[in-house]
């Protein structure tokens, strides 16, 4: 038998899940964005907001839509401190220096693709989900196999949820244009380095692999 992360998915070994697109990621009111000056945050993330106002949301909505029209458990993590100060939150995230308070609204998925009944949310105070949170243990209770993934930053949470994902035995489907960074230059070189980890598909893809299985 050959190996290959090539294969389509099987609605019941699957999931979804979505990195970080959250209030304080991405809405323009967010904790992240918040206290800059109209020019500063036009120059430095107007590409970014246009792109994710324009497409990638719509995108982003696409693929729920066909996951739970196609009995795939959706699931969604952000970036949340398990106390008000953020304590809790890993070295990188204090040197960094933003914290995202327990229970706030910059901590909650964004309107466009909220969670509805019990679909899970997984709050993580490390740059991969896999470090700070139980999800793989959910998972492998679910019986999930592959691994759907889309979200914010392409190259950074979303790269680390791949890459420990792959190494805990996932197979792993990226949506490329429903995941998002800060610049183009930074989201191409990014789905090009990762690609050895994982299967890569459009959104139209995903949609139309979904509708025929």
Same mark, same amino acid.
């Given at each position: ?18 990195? %970080? =697109?959250?209030?304080?990621?991405? +809405?323009? %009111? ?43 458990? =959706?699931?969604? &993590? ?8 953020? !304590? ?29 009944? %019990? ?13 700070? &949170? +139980?999800?793989?243990? =959910? ?23 791949? !890459? ?10 990226? =949506? &490329? ?8 230059? !930074?989201?191409? +070189?990014?789905?090009? &380095?990762?690609?050895?980890y994982c299967r890569q598909v459009t959104t139209a893809e995903l949609v139309a692999e979904l509708a025929s299985a």
């Amino acid at each position: 038998m050959t190996l290959t992360r090539d294969l389509p998915l099987v609605p019941a070994d699957a999931a979804l899940l979505f990195v %970080d =697109v959250q209030n304080f990621a991405a +809405h323009r %009111d967010g904790g992240e964005f918040k206290d800059m000056p109209k020019a500063a945050f036009a120059a430095k993330y107007g590409w970014f907001f246009d792109e994710l106002d324009a497409r990638v949301i719509a995108n982003m909505q696409a693929i729920q839509t066909a996951c739970r029209a196609a009995d795939i458990e =959706v699931m969604y &993590t952000t970036i949340e401190s398990l106390t008000l100060d953020g !304590r809790d939150r890993s070295l990188d995230y204090k040197i960094t220096g933003f914290n995202v308070p327990k229970g706030s609204w910059d901590g909650k998925v964004i309107d466009e693709i909220a969670p509805v009944g %019990d679909e899970m949310v997984f709050a993580k105070s490390s740059s991969s989900v896999f470090i700070s &949170t +139980h999800i793989d243990y =959910v998972l492998r209770n679910l019986g999930v196999k592959q691994l759907v993934i889309s979200g914010l930053i392409t190259d950074q949470c979303v790269e680390s949820a791949i !890459r420990d994902a792959c190494d805990l035995g996932y197979l792993v489907t990226q =949506v &490329t244009d429903a995941c998002l960074t800060y610049t183009p230059e !930074r989201h191409a +070189h990014s789905i090009q &380095t990762i690609k050895g980890y994982c299967r890569q598909v459009t959104t139209a893809e995903l949609v139309a692999e979904l509708a025929s299985a």
